[in-house]
């Protein structure tokens, strides 16, 4: 429910890959090419599908292995960072609002979530590396209520 599909729809039922945001160099006007672009949802979307391996990895019914959760927890952390590296230019364009595109400041809002979702369950145990994990995590709650 909270990463918003139908909870009866399992991640290994969709084999859709994502479309290609390129768009071919038509003889469009820039207004007209600027109002059919998807790369604001399609970024959105590979956000989703991060939050969805955040979920299976941390969030299971039938518990998780610790040390595996800690293993996984670093590459999932780069790939959020490197979907924020990746945030549409247009996002941060002053004039986004000729076409479809969220702010900057909401992309960053929707990767900080995700970290968050993702550590949340990494402070939970004892140890240095949870007290890493709280230390990132409360660096990246401060930074969302600064976006805020």
């Known amino acids: ?38 790369v604001s949802a399609v970024h959105y979307i590979g ?15 039938a518990g998780r292995d610790r040390v595996q959760a800690q293993a996984s927890s670093q590459p999932l952390l780069m790939l959020l960072d490197q979907w924020e590296a990746d945030i549409p230019a247009e996002a941060s364009s002053p004039n986004r609002d000729g076409f479809p595109c969220c702010s900057k400041d909401w992309f960053q809002l929707r990767g900080i979530e995700a970290r968050l979702h993702l550590l949340r369950p990494m402070c939970a145990g004892s140890g240095e590396t949870s007290r890493d994990h709280l230390v990132l995590l409360a660096k990246n709650a401060a930074k969302g209520c600064e976006l805020q």
Do not use: C, H, W
């Open 47 to 61: 956000l989703k599908r991060l939050e969805s391996q955040i979920q299976r990895t941390f969030y299971t019914v």
């Open 1 to 38: 429910m909270t990463l918003g599909r139908p909870p009866g729809i399992s991640d290994d039922d969709i084999d859709v890959s994502l479309p290609n945001v390129l768009v071919e160099p038509l003889n469009l006007p820039l207004s007209e090419m600027r109002a059919q672009s998807m």
